[in-house]
Each structure stands twice: as C-alpha cells, then as structure tokens.
C-alpha cells in the first residue's frame, strides 16, 4: 500500500468510499443526501491535507489532517477517514491513521482529536483505541442514526509529544 497526497483527479475514487458510508448514515456527520460536489467541498477544503491509500493503483481510501480550532487550539490536530467497502477490513484505515499521526508530528501537531467517534461504530472504537487513542469524553445522545436512535459519540484523543 502507497499513501500519497490526494489530487483532484482522486476525486471519483474517494467519493466512490465516502459515498455508501453517507448513504447507510451510521458513520459519518453528513447528511444522507449529501452530494458528491457538497461531499468534496468538504473533504478537499483549502484547509484540509488530503492523502489517498493506493493499491495496485487503485484508491482504496482517503483521509485528511488539519487543524482542530483556529489560533490557540491550533496545536491540535482532527482527522477524518472513509475506506472503499470493497477494501474494508484490510488495515487501511489503521494505515491512514499512522500516516495522519506522522504527518501531524511533522507539522508540529501536539495532539490529534476525533471530534465525534460515533458509539455504536465499535469496529473504529477498537481500531483508534489500538492505535493508542482514548476516548476523552462521552457527547450523550449525540449522534442520530437513520432508524431514529440517539446513540452516544465519543471525543477521542492522542498525545503526539
């Protein structure tokens, strides 16, 4: 596997990732009928380093670093990842997440945060746990699932120093 900087040629590729995890709605903040040109304003913003997993040539998976908070908060970085389901459970996510850990110390990032890690994910619990991240707090209720439930979120954290 090769994780490289994103171009905009990489769009279809990760759109083609990231759009079943909007549909189903369990994962992602964004809206179900969230389109592919509102989808890209979002993953590929200015503000966003976006990197791309590559297998055989083809993208199997996106994230990207930036940021958490403007100014004194800006030591601390967020993240956010989507992996194409015909590649899931082949460690590209956890690839991803080292790769923004190390990106992240290069760019002088004290600590990374995911904002909303959603409860009932338990497979991505388990992979940010095993990649050394603690859950932070508890958000109750935080979190609407497409059958109506409200399910906790959790703030999860590392230390990069």
Same mark, same amino acid.
């Given at each position: 596997?090769?994780?490289?900087?994103?171009?905009? /040629?990489?769009?279809?590729?990760?759109?083609?990732?990231?759009?079943?995890?909007?549909?189903?709605?369990?994962?992602?903040?964004?809206?179900?009928?969230?389109?592919?040109?509102? $989808?890209?304003?979002?993953?590929? $913003?200015?503000?966003?380093?976006?990197?791309?997993?590559?297998?055989?040539?083809?993208?199997?998976?996106?994230?990207?670093? #930036?940021?958490?908070?403007?100014?004194?908060?800006?030591?601390?970085?967020?993240?956010?990842?989507?992996?194409?389901?015909?590649?899931?459970?082949? @460690?590209?996510? #956890? $690839?991803?997440?080292?790769?923004?850990?190390? #990106? @992240?110390?290069? %760019?002088?990032? %004290? $600590?990374?945060?995911?904002?909303?890690?959603?409860?009932?994910?338990?497979?991505?619990?388990? /992979?940010?746990?095993?990649?050394?991240?603690?859950?932070? @707090?508890?958000?109750?209720?935080?979190?609407? #699932?497409?059958? @109506?439930?409200?399910?906790?979120?959790?703030?999860?954290?590392?230390?990069?120093?």
């Amino acid at each position: 596997m090769d994780i490289r900087p994103a171009t905009d /040629a990489d769009w279809p590729a990760i759109w083609a990732a990231m759009e079943p995890a909007i549909r189903e709605g369990e994962t992602l903040t964004l809206d179900r009928a969230t389109t592919s040109d509102q $989808a890209k304003a979002y993953w590929m $913003a200015p503000a966003h380093e976006v990197s791309v997993a590559v297998i055989d040539g083809e993208v199997v998976g996106s994230s990207f670093l #930036r940021p958490n908070q403007p100014g004194p908060g800006s030591h601390v970085g967020n993240c956010g990842y989507v992996v194409s389901p015909k590649a899931a459970g082949r @460690g590209i996510a #956890r $690839a991803l997440c080292r790769h923004t850990q190390e #990106r @992240g110390r290069e %760019r002088g990032f %004290r $600590a990374l945060q995911f904002n909303i890690v959603i409860s009932t994910n338990t497979r991505a619990v388990k /992979a940010w746990q095993g990649e050394g991240f603690h859950i932070a @707090g508890t958000l109750p209720g935080a979190f609407q #699932r497409p059958n @109506g439930d409200y399910v906790d979120a959790y703030v999860m954290f590392k230390s990069l120093v």
